[in-house]
């Protein structure tokens, strides 16, 4: 295995060196960075040439120059690292530095909001195989394939920004909008669930009526302006959580771990006020962090202490659901934020921006505030990745569910007599991970340096702004810094990959094999 | 009919792969491609609406076309400035399709698609971008797909040293974001013309393909219908185009159109930010760019460019998920009612001939 890895590591350096290079020669050779200054009739126009033509060493043919550059970056090796300077004289270290940050904040949320949504709808999709449902998602994930970003972004910046801000000044849902919305998630859950025409009916009725009846709630309470959840519904949600987390975990027939997550919820509606008052008076990450160091902890207990045998699924699900518990209070405090939000400098009641990281107006030191302001400033960007990358996950979950549901282990987990829960959860969806996990990984090494036109569109200063600039400015060292960072991480990726493979699947073996 | 025919290659009809084995008994690998392609709704909707759009696009306007000069039949070219036309609430140059019968104007009128800031009939820029457009994937199409084919199959068919050599060098180009290739091809050789970036595009857009041949033929290389042409006395040059690539055929046309499909959108993307085609021609990403912060007081000059964009995608997207399944023997397709009806009935008629 060391043998293996150390040969690969090899090989990477071999093809980084390689396409480097290929990079480097390909960029210097496609246009010349002093044309402006040498058509240029201004009278300093000379000396300004002979001072980039010395800044930029372009005395030095570009392959040598390439050895140049190449021995900044190894001097990473004696803690020396040089990227170069960029055209305006910053370090490109220092560039890459405040650059990099922002691309990791821009594309977490939305790779995991798109992988959890894809593999949702695939593995549903697949189980409920030719039926209405399937073919609507399917179609939709089509269309999201086929979509433009900067168009959805356009589209996005209108309707969830402008749109939903003028909405928001008179926040009270119309009764055209409460039919439209009610009709989706009434089509949505009755094509999951219901197999025949006259149950589709059915279950499409009661979802209609039950969302109207939520939304018209909504509105006489007039929770958009002042929205929280409150202690009843956090015991209504927590227990629907307990509940819910059970049925896929352990099956709902594990009285232990249901009882577990049940005093977790119990013990969450006790500590709302508590827990509130915690964060109203002292609020950091680092106190969110304690905080759920101890959920965990006391899960941890409480599962040891309600289960006698087979306890370590029945921790897991406290812990799971647990967390998820935490999350709702964690909302709820969020939510509390709005209204003081919408109040602050520079928000001027229109809370969803349609540019920037982050409100350079905004005076508030108070943690939930600023918290606020970032979840603003990434909600569009995010949906606009998420839709856009989703409907990959979706088409390929749902290809390989399919698959594995026809495998013979699945054949043979039935004939035992497992149920449907089991047999799903624990045979299906464990192998369809698999070959996701590692998409996942090279994804998510892709998506680094991907997002160039996101970052355009929303204004965000990431990689992707510095790729942009790097290449209309003829910033060679620029560029080449960008494509070091995303290059590595994608071969680095793919070899990560390749191990998680062999880790997860023990009937695939690397290395020739022995 | 054809039930008869079927009926005498009927090996097995037990077991439960029966329905699925009646349809296809006595037919030959082409044809049950062909009829499991036919019978996908989606893909032959998509193709027959594809086909209709490219006709439609490229009859538009006045065109040249491998030296053959040609009118369009829409009244104006996208170098016309025609006066710009005011609509009823103060904007200018609104769109004057109606599709409303009963709105008494019902048709295109002036200007389906409006006009744009100086007057140009958009319906024609419209049109020359989605050309632009489609000439770009396709020009991608053949050129990635040709070169990955070849590549792919050397690759495959000969292993050893050349392999090794090809696939380094596939893994050089991997390493290298499709999107930097694009800008930095794009930024320099964009004002080419289209032609020339799609060209340059093409170049670089064959890595995955040649990969997915490769695999292809290292599997096929051992099978026992390569070998019993090998011992026959064939060439490789007839065991590679005669034996091999017609059963690896299937992948490589998937999985060029789905290449094609994301051509048009690293196309679009490159024209959007400046790296694609540039300003005297025209393209759909060009468009949407320009008239993006336009679109709250004129957003048709923004819907129909994008509308043009997403249908052409999506029919692609939609045609290679048609060939998709029908080169896939694994995939069976959904049994109806009809379909049982039909195995019932040909077994009935063999027990009856027995």
């Known amino acids: 295995m060391i043998a293996y890895i150390s040969r690969r590591l090899g090989a990477l350096l071999v093809i980084l060196f390689g396409s480097s290079f290929l990079l480097y020669n390909l960029e210097s050779l496609s246009g010349d960075p002093t044309e402006s200054l040498r058509l240029s009739l201004d009278p300093k ?39 170069g300077m960029t055209r305006d004289m910053h370090t490109v270290t ?28 695939g593995i549903a999709t697949a189980l409920r195989q030719y039926s209405r449902f399937d073919y609507a998602v399917t179609f939709f994930s089509f269309l999201m394939f086929s979509l433009p970003i900067f168009w959805v972004a356009v589209l996005l910046k209108e309707f969830l920004a402008i749109k939903f801000n003028n909405f928001l000044a008179h926040p009270n849902i119309s009764v055209t909008w409460i039919i439209i919305l009610s009709v989706i998630s009434a089509l949505f859950w009755s094509g999951i669930i219901a197999r025949e ?23 006489a309470i007039h929770w958009i302006e002042n929205p929280r959840l409150g202690p009843v519904v956090i015991l209504l949600g927590s227990v629907g959580i307990a509940y819910g987390v059970t049925a896929l975990s352990t099956g709902i027939e594990n009285r232990a771990a249901l009882k577990a997550s049940l005093t977790m ?26 905080l759920a160091v101890l959920t965990i902890g006391t899960s941890v207990l409480v599962g040891l202490a309600l289960a006698k045998i087979d306890r370590r699924p ?4 406290t812990i799971i659901s647990s967390l998820l518990m935490g999350f709702l209070i964690l909302l709820d405090r969020l939510m509390q934020t709005w209204k003081l939000y919408l109040s602050q400098d520079g928000v001027y009641g229109r ?36 839709l856009i990358s989703f409907a990959g996950y979706v088409r390929f979950s749902r290809g390989t569910m399919l698959e594995v549901l026809n495998q013979d282990y699945i054949r043979t987990a039935r004939a035992k007599g497992l149920n449907e829960r089991t047999v799903i959860m624990r045979h299906a969806f464990r192998n369809t991970l698999i070959p996701i996990s590692t998409i996942v990984v090279v994804d998510l090494a892709g998506i680094i340096g991907g997002a160039i036109i996101t970052e355009r569109v929303f204004g965000w200063h990431g990689m992707g702004t510095l790729f942009n600039q790097a290449i209309t400015s003829f910033d060679l060292n620029l560029l080449m810094g960008v494509f070091a960072v995303t290059a590595t991480l994608s071969v680095l990726a793919n070899l990560v990959a390749d191990l998680l493979y062999t880790a997860l699947d023990p009937r695939i073996r690397v290395g020739g094999g022995k | 009919m054809a039930f008869k025919r079927k009926n005498l290659a009927i090996k097995e009809t037990t077991g439960e792969n029966a329905i699925a084995n009646l349809e296809v008994a006595g037919l030959s690998q082409r044809q049950i491609v062909l009829k499991r392609f036919i019978h996908h709704r989606g893909a032959m909707i998509s193709l027959f609406t594809l086909l209709f759009l490219i006709l439609f696009v490229f009859s538009a306007l006045d065109n040249s076309f491998l030296f053959i000069h040609y009118r369009g039949w829409w009244h104006y070219s996208i170098n016309d400035t025609p006066d710009l036309l005011n609509c009823k609430n103060g904007a200018i ?14 048709g295109l009128g002036a200007h389906p698609f409006g006009q744009d800031n100086i007057g140009h009939d958009y319906f024609a820029l419209v049109m020359r971008g989605a050309q632009r457009s489609l000439l770009v994937t396709f020009i991608i199409g053949i050129v990635a797909g040709t070169i990955g084919t070849v590549v792919g199959s050397v690759a495959g068919f000969y292993r050893g040293i050349v392999d090794n050599v090809l696939m380094r060098f596939v893994d050089f180009l991997i390493t290298i974001p499709s999107i930097i290739i694009g800008s930095v091809v794009g930024y320099h050789f964009g004002n080419l013309g289209i032609a020339f970036l799609a060209l340059y595009l093409g170049l670089f857009t064959w890595t995955g393909l040649s990969r997915l041949v490769r695999g292809e033929f290292l599997t096929l290389r051992e099978r026992e219908f390569v070998d019993a042409a090998r011992v026959a006395g064939a060439s490789n040059r007839r065991i590679i185009f005669k034996h091999i ?52 007081t004129r957003p048709w000059l923004f819907w129909y460019p994008g509308l043009f964009i997403v249908t052409i995608a999506l029919t692609i997207n939609f045609i290679g998920d048609g060939l998709r399944d029908a080169f896939d023997p694994r995939q069976r397709r959904r049994i109806t009612k009809k379909d049982r009806a039909e195995a019932t009935r040909i077994k009935k008629e063999r027990e009856s001939l027995s």
């Not at chain 1, 059915?202 to 039950?210: K, M, P, W």
């Not at chain 1, 509606?269 to 304690?290: A, E, N, Q, R």
């Not at chain 2, 025209?282 to 679109?295: P, T, W």
């Open chain 1, 45 to 83: 126009a000379k000396y300004q040439l002979v001072q980039l033509i010395n800044q930029l060493d372009l005395n030095t043919p570009a392959p040598l120059r390439y050895f140049k550059w190449l021995r900044g970056i190894l001097g990473g090796f004696t803690g020396h690292l040089n990227f």
């Open chain 1, 94 to 121: 220092s560039q890459l530095a405040g650059a990099i940050p922002t691309t990791i904040r821009l594309v977490t949320t939305s790779a995991l909001v798109a992988l959890v949504l894809g593999l949702m709808l």
């Open chain 1, 197 to 219: 025409s006259k149950r589709f009916l059915q279950i499409f009725g009661g979802v209609f009526a039950l969302n109207v009846a939520f939304l018209e709630l909504l509105n």
């Open chain 1, 265 to 290: 919820a119990a013990i969450t509606t006790v500590l709302y006020y508590p827990i509130d008052w915690i964060f109203k008076k002292h609020s950091s990450g680092f106190v969110i962090f304690i």
């Open chain 1, 351 to 386: 809370p969803i921006p349609t540019i920037g990281q982050s409100d350079p107006l905004l005076s508030s030191t108070d943690y939930w505030v600023n918290t606020m302001d970032r979840v603003t400033h990434i909600i569009l960007p995010t949906v606009a990745l998420t």
């Open chain 2, 93 to 106: 140059g609104c769109p004057t399709l109606s599709l409303n019968p009963f709105s008494g104007k019902f």
């Open chain 1, 314 to 317: 029945v921790i897991r699900t």
């Open chain 2, 245 to 296: 690539l017609p059963n690896a055929v299937g992948v490589i046309i998937v999985s060029v159109t789905l290449l094609m499909s994301g051509a048009i959108l690293l196309e679009t993307a490159l024209s959007y930010l400046g790296f694609g085609v540039v300003a005297p021609d025209v393209s759909l990403g060009l468009l949407i760019s320009n008239y993006q912060d336009a679109f709250t």
